[in-house]
């Protein structure tokens, strides 16, 4: 049993990091506790899913922000001792070699997939959830939109509920920390995307499309990977308005795709040229992540859905953001990463957050 206010080793996907214990859910006498009180109006924020029979703990990460913070299972920490230190080192080393070995094998023409122990791979320990995760709107969690085409629609014959738990997208760190920025961005420092983004989602999905054309000889893999980018321009374009939005955007969203007629009669030169385009075509790799982020839960909660239309897509997701890691100085480098965003007038924030 580790202590609250304790130090300890937690595995974040396939390595170890040192963390501090700031709460613990004590099963024998069915309450949390806690390092530090909480303040007011705050929740201990105990997930649902959590089996209340075990020990389970909160965890900061040492030297990354708070809002990593998350509760874990016992399997997921061990004591900050020697030995462990030792694996936590060798861990890391691993991971690097298995990094050097696919980078040498894809220079010399190999497989662009990831190796077992680098930083894409996933880990029997389990990772954090996604960056954008416990920060969406609640309706995120309620409702899910499901197209009628492609390898997103419902069947009428097999209805299926599924767990939570089985259902799960690894997101390679570095498109987390993207979305851990961009909730930071807009409900920090609030600022709002700037549109039309010059590589919006469809484009993205496009080029994933041709890519993956370039290098399949499978004609049913190829035709999979067309129903899958399909569907999911579809799914984008329905969901951005109700989940993938947070409430400083939606006034822009609003004023964009339904706006007044003496919006109309304000509008710009630019604000004019959105006019009749789709959510899709205006939006960027971002709000992509965004609805990746969430697309194992909206899956699960999409009653009537069968086992291989889920499993197609969770693949080719999974390859979708590989790819990504691969192009993502391309689609948002660092010299234009602020472009993508625009400040907003105390007038803007004052009717978008109700003020």
């Keep these: 049993m580790f202590e609250v206010g304790g130090k300890c080793l937690a595995y974040h996907g396939p390595l170890l990091y040192e963390a501090k214990i700031l709460r613990r859910w004590n099963p024998k006498l069915e309450k949390v506790e806690y390092s530090v009180p909480l303040k007011s109006g705050e929740e201990d924020g105990l997930p649902e899913s959590m089996n209340r029979e075990e020990f389970y703990y909160y965890i900061h990460y040492q030297g990354w922000k708070s809002s990593w913070d998350e509760w874990v299972s016992v399997d997921r920490i061990m004591e900050l001792t020697e030995a462990n230190i030792e694996l936590k080192k060798q861990l890391v080393m691993e991971a ?22 680098g930083a894409h791979s996933e880990s029997n320990h389990g990772g954090r959830r996604s960056g954008s995760g416990d920060r969406r709107d609640s309706n995120a969690e309620e409702r899910g939109i499901v197209p009628s085409e492609g390898p997103f ?10 767990s939570r738990n089985k259902l799960r997208i690894h997101i390679p760190m570095i498109l987390e920390s993207m979305l851990v920025d961009d909730w930071e961005i807009v409900t920090k420092e609030k600022k709002i995307s700037n549109l039309p983004n010059p590589f ?34 579809q799914y984008f374009n ?17 004023q964009v ?7 109309q009669q304000a509008m710009t030169p630019v604000e004019r040229s959105l006019s009749g385009r789709r959510p899709g075509q205006l939006y960027g790799v971002l709000h992509l992540l965004r609805l990746i982020s969430i697309l194992p839960e909206m899956l699960s909660n999409c ?41 907003t007038s105390s007038q803007y924030e004052g009717v978008a957050l109700g003020l």
């Design 238 to 254: 329905e969901a951005i308005g109700n989940l993938l939005l947070y409430k400083l955007e939606r006034l822009q969203y609003e």
């Design 303 to 343: 009653v009537g859905m069968d086992t291989q239309a889920i499993n197609v897509i969770l693949r080719h997701t999974e390859k979708l953001l590989l790819w990504l890691v691969d192009r993502i100085e391309d689609l948002l480098p660092h010299k234009v990463h602020k472009s993508y965003y625009t400040n």
């Design 153 to 162: 629609r419902t069947s009428s014959v097999m209805s299926y509920n599924f």
């Design 96 to 117: 690097k070699k298995a990094s050097l070995a696919q980078q040498q094998k894809t220079k010399n023409g190999g497989s662009a997939k990831r190796g077992g122990g």
């Design 200 to 233: 919006p989602v469809e484009t993205i999905l496009d080029r994933f499309y041709k890519d993956v054309a370039t290098r399949t000889t499978s004609p049913v893999e190829l035709s999979l990977v067309e129903e899958y980018v399909y569907g999911l321009k």
């Design 257 to 263: 795709f339904y706006p007044t007629p003496e919006q």
